[in-house]
T-cell receptor, first 118, second 114 residues
C-alpha cells in the first residue's frame, strides 16, 4: 500500500562506480521529483518530470541522469560517483489539485535512499 | 534560496499547543504558504497550506496575517510523535512554478517533551 516507494533503502559504493535508484508511485500522479538532502539536512530539488517530460533541472552535474519510463516511475542514475554525492535522496510525486480557492500542490515523499560513497 | 525565516528550534510540552512561527515578508500575491514536516529518517510530509485565509485540517491550523508577511502553524495538542523538523515554504501554484518546485529552508526543529 506504499504510495511512493524507493529502492534500495541503503546504498554503499566506491568512488567512480555507477549506480541507480528507483522510484515508483501508485497514486496516479503525473508529476515526480528527485530531492537531495545533504549531511547538513538541507533538502534541495534536483529534477522534476511531468508526464514523462523533464520540467525542472536544477544545477546538477550531468553525471546525474533521471529517466522516466512511464508516469509511475522516475529513476535516478548516477555515473562516476564522488564522495560529495553521499546524501539521502528522496523521490516525491504530486498531482496539482484545482479547487475554487486556487490550485495547490501536495507532494508525497518516499522513504529516502541513503547513499554512501567510500 | 528559501524565502522564509523560522526559528531553528522550539520545545513544547506534550498535550499543549505548539505554535510555530514563520516570516515570509517578500511573499508575492499569488504565492501559497505550505507547511511540511520531516520526522527523523523519514521523507517530508505535507501538513497544510493556505493563501490568505486561515486554514484548519485534521493535523493542524494555519494562521496567516492580514498582510501575509508571516504565518503560524498550530498543532493544538502536541504529542511525542509530533517531534520533527517543520518547514514553512512559499510557492507559486504548480502551473506557474515549473510543476511545483518547493524550496526548503532550514526549518524549525520541534521537540515535544513529556
Amino acid at each position: 500500500d506504499t504510495a511512493v516507494s524507493q529502492t534500495p533503502k541503503y546504498l554503499v559504493t566506491q568512488m567512480g562506480n555507477d549506480k541507480s535508484i528507483k522510484c515508483e508511485q501508485n497514486l496516479g500522479h503525473d508529476t515526480m521529483y528527485w530531492y537531495k538532502q545533504d549531511s547538513k539536512k538541507f533538502l534541495k530539488i534536483m529534477f522534476s518530470y511531468n508526464n514523462k517530460e523533464l520540467i525542472i533541472n536544477e544545477t546538477v552535474p550531468n553525471r546525474f541522469s533521471p529517466k522516466s519510463p512511464d508516469k509511475a516511475h522516475l529513476n535516478l542514475h548516477i555515473n562516476s560517483l564522488e564522495l560529495g554525492d553521499s546524501a539521502v535522496y528522496f523521490c516525491a510525486s504530486s498531482q496539482e489539485v484545482s479547487r475554487t480557492r486556487g490550485s495547490y500542490n501536495e507532494q508525497f515523499f518516499g522513504p529516502g535512499t541513503r547513499l554512501t560513497v567510500l | 534560496d528559501a524565502k522564509t525565516t523560522q526559528p531553528p528550534s522550539m520545545d513544547c510540552a506534550e498535550g499543549r499547543a505548539a505554535n510555530l512561527p514563520c516570516n515570509h515578508s517578500t511573499i508575492s500575491g499569488n504565492e501559497y504558504v505550505y507547511w511540511y514536516r520531516q520526522i527523523h529518517s523519514q521523507g517530508p510530509q505535507y501538513i497544510i497550506h493556505g493563501l490568505k485565509n486561515n486554514e484548519t485540517n485534521e493535523m493542524a491550523s494555519l494562521i496567516i496575517t492580514e498582510d501575509r508577511k508571516s504565518s503560524t502553524l498550530i498543532l493544538p495538542h502536541a504529542t511525542l510523535r509530533d517531534t520533527a523538523v517543520y518547514y514553512c515554504i512559499v510557492s507559486l501554484p504548480a502551473f506557474y512554478n515549473q510543476g511545483g518546485k518547493l524550496i526548503f529552508g532550514q526549518g524549525t526543529e520541534l521537540s515535544v517533551k513529556p
